[in-house]
């Protein structure tokens, strides 16, 4: 091969090697975090260098290891690393729960936040039901509330 044609397929690899390598990396705080939430936790007040050494520590514990959620550039949260790690929840709603009316969220007393993810009316109101949610197929959860014998696709945000 000529030296450009190496050169230049040398220069075309390099973002990929680097995704590749940013891929199997667990992401930083600043990744994982909003700069409200990197700032109320009190991180923004490390030095430079404790900042990295707690970078370096949450990488040599591997995402699955401390379970963190990861944000995504899109916008999106995964909290589990992968399908093995899923596992039934089960809590109550904190308060009052007045059904499914499409997009309806619900804080669970556990301290997570689902959303209800198809459409779709049910339900009526109940003070602080006890929930399941269950893992389903290909990534989806299935909620169901006590006392309303309903069930729904819910996902989890936050």
Known sequence: MQPRVLVL???LAIPFAGSLFAQ????????????QEFTASGLDKLSPEQLKYLNDWIQSKGVSEIGA?????DGSTSFY???????????AIAGQFSGWHGTTRVTLENGQVW???ESGSKGFPLKSPKVRVKPMSMGSWLMY????NCDIR?????
């Open 24 to 35: 199997s990396q667990a992401p930083t705080l600043e990744e994982r975090m909003s700069q």
């Open 9 to 11: 397929a040398a220069l």
């Open 154 to 158: 819910v996902k989890r945000v936050k």
């Open 81 to 91: 690393a992968s399908d093995q790690d899923r596992e039934v929840v089960e809590s």
């Open 69 to 73: 959620p990861v944000r995504h550039r």
């Open 145 to 148: 509330v006590e006392g309303c």
């Open 115 to 117: 959303q209800q993810v």
